[in-house]
């Protein structure tokens, strides 16, 4: 299993051949369309991301490894595929590696600094916090 930081430079690798902010919107439209996301029963207020302009949900749950794996959802593709980079980062994880990344560099680290909205930079924030809140509750 790769570390979290090993994960990062990974995705980053993929963001790093695309020069324009478009074509980096589009891998992540094409990360989006990876994601399996939620069936509508799960799509609750609990599960949902506050802070996100779209509508957004994410579901931790802890493995008998004792380490974590996250389904996620959204109405926007390009979210959809922000939350799926959070997946491939956090599945698999433990706790204390999770909630020990500082969710604000993880956008500079792969690449996207820049590329997204304020609006979506804040909701990705958001979904990071929801997931560490979650984690040490």
Same mark, same amino acid.
Not at 49 to 57: F, H, Y
């Given at each position: &299993?790769?570390?979290?930081?090993?994960? &990062?430079?990974?995705? /980053?690798? %993929?963001?790093?051949?695309?020069? %324009?902010?478009?074509? /980096?919107?589009?891998?992540?439209?094409d990360l989006g369309k990876k994601s399996s996301g939620l069936p509508p029963e799960k799509?609750?207020?609990?599960?949902?991301?506050?802070?996100?302009?779209?509508?957004?949900?994410?579901?931790?749950?802890?493995?008998? =490894?004792d380490t974590y794996n996250f389904q996620t959802d959204s109405d926007a593709m390009i979210v959809k595929g922000l939350l799926f980079i959070l997946q491939?980062?956090?599945?698999?994880?433990? /706790? %204390?590696?999770?909630?020990?990344? =500082?969710?604000?560099?993880?956008?500079?680290?792969?690449?996207? %600094?820049?590329?997204i909205s304020n609006q979506r930079t804040n909701g990705f924030g958001a979904a990071i916090n929801k997931i560490q809140h979650e984690l040490v509750a």
């Open positions: &299993m790769n570390t979290i930081q090993d994960t &990062m430079t990974l995705i /980053k690798d %993929e963001f790093s051949i695309f020069n %324009e902010p478009q074509e /980096k919107y589009v891998l992540l439209v799509r609750t207020d609990k599960n949902k991301v506050n802070g996100c302009i779209s509508q957004a949900w994410l579901i931790a749950d802890k493995q008998t =490894d491939r980062l956090f599945n698999g994880q433990r /706790k %204390e590696d999770i909630v020990s990344i =500082d969710g604000q560099n993880i956008l500079d680290h792969i690449g996207l %600094e820049g590329t």
